[in-house]
């Protein structure tokens, strides 16, 4: 089988689904291939939070013009897979010199299997685009053709409890793998205080507390195959339900949007989450933190949605909340206007790329501090080992933070530290 996910977050579903017992996972380009049976299937949907979604491989074969994949789908007994009376679709996606064009791909393919079915009752069955029994995937890399079963029906991405949205909603799948690769454990608070439609915090909460991904879904595409076995499917879901768990910390969700709050307000409460994520209408730059530090996750505007000099003063207005209320925090931010990300006025310890959509985008994880700069820099300077590359990107980003950090590192003059000798 294959999982299709996003650029960047590949590794992720390798893990996901390695934990779930998947064989032979092999890490593809915004895909991963997996072997299992029937149940396999079934938990891939249900429970992975990165796949967008699960395709079973039906036949493979080479061609290099229409008639040549015409005739090799012909060929396929499509009368024994579904019926007259049943619906079908076809997604297609075309590369290389030979196939420029996915939606003629995809009208040779639904030619040629109702064709089929014509030789055999003299009738076609009829295209359903939105809910079709069977949705039949076409890749075509260069001549390789590979026709593959939709497991998913609906992108996974449609988890079930979202029913309104800000402007530029954040992808679900996407906002899982953000949460993944901030490498929160679930042992300390999340906030998330520019949470728009309120994606990252229901994401969050829904996986501190183990509710599976599919948990608000009601149908999958194998679901209407002849061989779904409802008895693997009713016990895989009901020892993954069984599993739901409590969750120690607090979730904080905040907007300075009256509007997006009453948005995230109604998704919350569809996901059945209203007693488990605080939620409030504050500007960041008021909030005050709950105590003890933990994890923030941001995705602020782009360059794409403001003008140039409001972006500049958002982001530097960022760095100012951050540097003032979030001490003991690690936040991170995801954005793909580079040179906004510059403005926060701090050096992120870590930077990952993704992408957002068609947006390519950066994930950048700064570090805030307990206690005094100056107390924090003298500390680092008595343990500071010119070896541990996480201790100097921490004094560099004091430095960031203080002009003159340096005056109170005399062990280890700042300045020294931005090359690697």
């Known amino acids: 089988m294959v999982a299709k996910t996003m650029a960047g977050l590949e590794d992720l579903l390798m893990e996901e689904l390695t934990a779930l017992g998947a064989e032979n996972v092999e890490k593809l380009y915004r895909a991963v291939s997996f072997e299992g049976d029937n149940e396999m299937m079934y938990k891939a949907n249900y429970l992975c939070r990165t796949a967008l979604r699960i395709l079973k491989p039906v036949a493979k074969f080479v061609a290099r013009d229409e008639m040549a994949l ?48 014509r030789q055999h009752f003299g009738a076609r069955p009829s295209v359903d685009v939105d809910n079709p029994t069977l949705r039949i995937n076409v890749y075509i890399e260069n001549e390789k053709v590979t026709l593959s079963f939709d497991s998913s029906g609906d992108s996974l991405h449609k988890r079930g409890y979202r029913k309104a949205v800000d402007k530029a909603p954040m992808n679900e799948v996407l906002a899982a793998g953000l949460i993944k690769l901030t490498g929160w ?12 439609s309120g994606t990252i915090p229901i994401e969050a909460a829904m996986a501190a507390m183990n509710i599976p991904a599919g948990y608000f879904r009601e149908n999958y595409g194998f679901m209407s195959w002849h061989d779904f076995e409802e008895g693997t499917w009713d016990k895989m879901k009901e020892e993954a339900d069984d599993a739901i768990r409590d969750f120690d910390f607090e979730i904080f969700a905040s907007d300075h949007s009256a509007k997006a709050v009453d948005i995230a307000r109604r998704n919350i409460a569809a996901a059945h989450l209203s007693h488990d994520i605080n ?78 959509g068609p947006l390519e985008c950066k994930l950048e994880r700064f570090d805030i501090f307990e206690g005094s700069y100056k107390d924090q820099k003298a500390g680092m300077c008595e343990i500071f080992d010119p070896e541990n590359d996480e201790a100097r990107q921490a004094l560099l980003s004091m430095k960031d933070e203080d002009d003159e950090a340096e005056n109170q590192c005399e062990a280890y003059p700042v300045e020294d530290m931005e090359s690697d000798e």
């Open 185 to 196: 454990n679930y042992d300390c608070n999340f906030v998330d205080c520019m949470c728009g």
């Open 70 to 117: 015409y005739n090799n789908v012909a060929k396929i007994e499509w009368h024994d897979i579904f019926n007259l009376e049943e619906t079908f679709a076809i997604d297609a996606v075309v590369s290389g010199p030979y196939f420029t064009h996915s939606q003629y791909a995809a009208l040779k393919v639904k030619d040629a299997i109702a064709d089929e079915f």
């Open 279 to 356: 939620l409030s209408q504050q500007d960041m730059f008021d909030l005050i933190p709950p105590e003890g530090g933990g994890v923030m996750l941001i995705n602020p505007p782009y360059g794409e949605r403001l003008e140039e000099d409001d972006i500049v003063r958002l982001y530097k207005g960022i760095g100012d909340a951050l540097k003032l209320h979030f001490k003991g925090f690690t936040a991170w931010i995801i954005s793909s206007d580079k040179d906004s990300l510059k403005q926060i006025g701090l050096k992120p310890s870590k930077k990952i790329e993704l992408f957002n």
